[in-house]
């Protein structure tokens, strides 16, 4: 039994090593892309929106990227879990874009970008949120080859993309940077909806009971 799970732990590892690499690798060229394409302000724009929406993100998490790999694989109400923790996360992710944007310190961003900025910052903030979630349900259930392969996607998505959305403008940066997350949302609900889990959105207390008290902890 320990040769088994040592196997599997280096096997995960080694998946989750490579797929890191190779998003490593694309983050650079697409970074580079990101710099030669557009200009100085809508570099420096799209950094400061992408670094807050990250922050929400976090924020917005609740320690769930914690207490998941703690909980999940023991829980007996597993799809009310993921849906419900899912739910939570992306809601706070969108509430916390819309309270950025009353803030003073958004006002730059929102003069760079204007409504399409606005609209473009909470969908990808919200979608991220999601994708950090799914990314933990995949490690508990120890998924990291499915991972990996759905890395080669976003990748590919994330270095096309400065490219792709250059007719954006401002905007275009911005989703250059941080369309790869999305992405990788929707890469693990195919690979999650192909296992067998239903996705719709869940308010379950009895299936994060023990969850809530080691969130709030982490």
Avoid at 14 to 36: N, Q, V, W, Y
Avoid at 122 to 135: I, P
Wanted: net charge positive.
């Amino acid at each position: 039994v320990r040769t088994a799970m040592a196997e599997s732990l280096f096997r995960n590892s080694a998946f989750l090593i490579a797929s890191l690499t190779l998003t490593s690798i694309c983050g650079f060229g697409a970074t580079t892309l990101l710099t030669r394409l557009y200009s100085v302000q809508a570099v420096g724009m799209s950094a400061a929106a992408a670094s807050a929406g990250g922050l929400i993100d976090f924020l917005a998490q609740f320690g769930a990227s914690y207490s998941l790999p703690r909980f999940l694989r023991t829980s007996s109400h597993r799809s009310a879990l993921i849906n419900t923790m899912l739910t939570v996360t992306m809601v706070a992710a969108l509430l916390g874009g819309c309270i950025f944007f009353t803030l003073p310190v958004a006002t730059k961003v929102y003069a760079t970008g204007g409504v399409l900025l606005i609209i473009a910052f909470l969908l990808f903030t919200t979608f991220d949120a999601g994708q950090t979630n799914l990314g933990a349900v995949l490690v508990v259930d120890g998924l990291a080859d499915k991972m990996a392969r759905g890395s080669i996607v976003t990748s590919l998505v994330n270095l096309v993309a400065p490219a792709a959305f250059l007719f954006l403008g401002m905007t275009g940066a911005y989703v250059s940077r941080v369309i790869a997350g999305t992405a990788g949302f929707f890469v693990y609900v195919v690979i999650l909806v192909r296992r067998g889990h239903r996705f719709r959105p869940t308010l379950n207390r009895a299936a994060t009971r023990g969850l809530r008290r080691f969130s709030i902890g982490a």
